[in-house]
């Protein structure tokens, strides 16, 4: 009797919290936070079914109740990725992660589901890009619904991290490459921005990455601060999205992890490309190749021969330009080959660990 009484406490508890939640908790303050809400509203009064919810309430286990969240690492340097977990609540493909720190929401990613075996606690994550102009400091992830209200707000530190300046000076075919108008580099670029955009919802790769050649020598390095000085005598700044690798003419170029070629073509700016789609929103990308020895579409394991290296597009010299990007932003690969992204028993653990509640 008395187990059935603290029963129906937790259930009612539980049912408050909730109420909590759907009620709003908190609303979103900026003007970006409104223009995203607005824009997603037909969204939300089709996905926001609440008995629906309340009966997942009281199928959860008394040692369950309450959300879950784990943060991984909580302490990130600018271009390294941040795996969320989130157990207990929300649908993945309607909750997603803002990054927000004294400049703004400056990174989201959407929620996606995880498998899990029997037994096992099931969660949903999503993969975080901390972008390279980040300004350290104290900073916040907020995991929202599809209407921008605040789910859970779970704190971070973003560490500082210092970048490479250099000077690259561009001859006229190089400096026209990036100067004059051309409707099918716009094209090109649409292309790209579509593809890197995009949330797919296979998880291709759960192991840690590797360099997609054999040589340790870099010409360039994740993040530079670049200026560009063109043969007209004008300049221009970029950062380098990507880590260059000066290995000769020929040298083959390998998938980086398991996943699937969406693109490989040549491209006016960056000659023959290959982008691979490892998990959703994050992608491989392989610029410069003299030649290209995969297809779109194909199914690629780890190690497979993607090309051979070359100049091709806006070269100065034989390289491989190797790039990641998390949901858009340009992401440092070291930190994908230094530690899996999606790391189960890590995020069990954490996840495990604490509870909000
Ligand atoms: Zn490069």
Known sequence: MKNKNQRAIKIFLSLLILLFFISGGCSPSSAAARQERVQQEPQERQEQVQPEQQEQVKQEQPQQTGPRFAVIPENPRPGEPVTIAFAGGGRAGNVKAVLVNGQGRIARSDFFDFPSDEGELAFMTAILPVPSTARPGPASVRIENASSVLIAELSLTIMDRKFVSEEIELNQTNTDIRTVPDPQKTAEANQLWAILNSTGTDIYVQDAFTPPVTST??????????????????????IHAGIDYGVPKGTP???????????????????????????????????????????EGDLIESGALLGQSGATGLAT???????IRVSGENTDPDAL?????????????KLNQVSIF
Do not use: Q
């Open 317 to 323: 010299g034989p390289h491989l330009h190797w790039e």
């Open 253 to 295: 170029v390998t998938a980086c992890a398991d996943g699937k070629v969406v693109l490989a073509r040549f491209r006016i700016s960056t000659g023959n490309s290959v982008i691979i789609e490892h998990l959703p929103g994050v992608y491989s990308i392989y610029y410069h190749m003299d030649k290209i020895e995969v297809n």
């Open 337 to 349: 080959v230094g530690r899996p992204i999606l790391d189960k028993d890590a995020i069990l653990a």
């Open 217 to 238: 020598r870099r010409t360039s390095f994740f993040g530079d601060r670049r200026v560009y000085k063109y043969s007209t005598g004008k300049t221009d700044t970029a």
